[in-house]
């Protein structure tokens, strides 16, 4: 007899063992697309953006809504669809709607505008209010206006005045990295200059010229033109998926310069790319508004309490800002009807004490 051995048998195609479920970090959650792949969500940015969306609704639901002739909220933003009576449509598309319109484009282009440069220079007091953008695109926006030595439109003159202080900046004070508060000094002193250019700008323009440029200096969104809002709401199209994608790259930067090399960052690539999205979203809604002061600094601010400090919070602070400038322009509206307060004297005096809480509680880094 022939003795046969047992050998193992080899292993059949039987059913799959079940995939073990993958450890994600706190606050996340692993959304599974299909087949393989997969999206790691931050759950807290996700809620606190979608919460401020909920709010830049309702305020702007009572902006359409209040006024000498006072509607009800939901009425207003069916009006705003044009779903109501002729006079509801009317009042809330011609006369309220534009309004609110550049509010939401200008507040979103400064939060944005803010994030970005205090990603990048590390400070939160590094905005385009204070480095100088806000003023140079005054100043060029208001010679546009009086026809000093230009005749470009306010869009492209603003363009022009924020991208020149920026560049003075960026060059004076070495980078805005590590340099971050030799880069905010420099930028306040060139905004002064920038400031001084423009009052006298004003002093010795014609009365007419004068009084048309005012607005740029004070920051109002009364009787915006359709035009340069249409070109802000443009370069928000483009600027806010850049800086999107430039925001994922920023958070490298809190190591050193060596570091995020090494990681695959281009660093004076993304600074550069950095520092022209802030351009342009600051050049474009000076260039509607005015200088805005404060918002820049305050809805970056909010956007961190509230998406925490493991992302850079574009978009959060692209809502927070829409929601701190429809705001402003509603208090400056109703606080002493029929008297009108311009929204940038609004957000100075609500902004200033915040300011000045910054100042007293912002500890410089050492950089040695």
């Known amino acids: 007899m022939t003795a046969t051995l047992n050998a193992p048998k080899a292993p059949g195609p039987g059913p799959r063992p079940a995939a073990t479920r993958r450890p994600t970090p706190p606050g996340t959650r692993l959304l599974v697309l299909g087949g393989d792949r997969s999206v790691l969500v931050p759950v807290r940015p996700l809620l606190g953006f979608a919460a401020l969306l909920a709010a830049v609704v309702a305020v702007t639901a009572v902006c359409l809504a ?67 953008f806000n003023e140079g695109a005054t100043a060029f926006a208001v010679a546009s206006v009086t026809g000093v030595a230009t005749q470009l439109l306010p869009s492209a003159a603003a363009l022009a005045g924020a991208a020149t202080a920026a560049s003075l900046a960026f060059a004076l004070g070495g980078g805005a990295g590590r340099n971050g508060y030799r880069f905010l000094v420099v930028g306040l002193g060139i905004g002064a200059v920038f400031g001084a250019v423009t009052n006298l700008m004003l002093s010795r323009a014609a009365i007419d010229a004068a009084n048309a440029a005012f607005g740029w200096t004070v920051g109002t969104l009364n009787s915006r033109d359709a035009d340069t809002v249409g070109h802000l709401e443009l370069g928000l199209l483009v600027c806010l998926p850049a800086a999107v994608l430039l925001g994922r790259r920023l958070s490298l930067l809190r190591f050193s310069d060596a570091v995020a090399t090494g990681l695959g960052v281009r660093v004076r690539g993304l600074r550069i790319g950095v520092l022209a999205v802030a351009v342009v979203c600051a050049g474009l809604a000076v260039a509607v508004a005015g ?21 850079v919070p574009v978009l959060t602070s692209a809502a927070a800002g829409a929601a701190f400038t429809l705001l402003a322009d509603l208090i400056g509206r109703t606080a002493l009807s029929p008297i009108e307060v311009p929204a940038g004297l609004v957000t100075a005096v609500v902004g200033g004490p915040y300011l000045l809480w910054l100042l007293l509680t912002t500890r410089p880094r050492r950089t040695a």
């Open 66 to 132: 209040v006024g000498e002739t006072d509607l009800d909220p939901v009425t207003a933003l069916r009006a705003a669809f044009g779903d109501g009576t002729a006079r509801d449509v009317l009042l809330v598309e011609k006369l309220r709607l534009p309004r609110a319109e550049a509010a939401l484009a200008v507040g979103a282009a400064l939060g944005v505008a803010g994030c970005l440069m205090q990603t990048l220079a590390q400070n939160r007091l590094a905005t385009p209010d204070t480095v100088g």
């Open 291 to 311: 200088p805005l002061g404060m918002i820049a600094l305050a809805a970056p601010e909010a956007a961190r309490r509230i998406a925490g400090p493991r992302c």
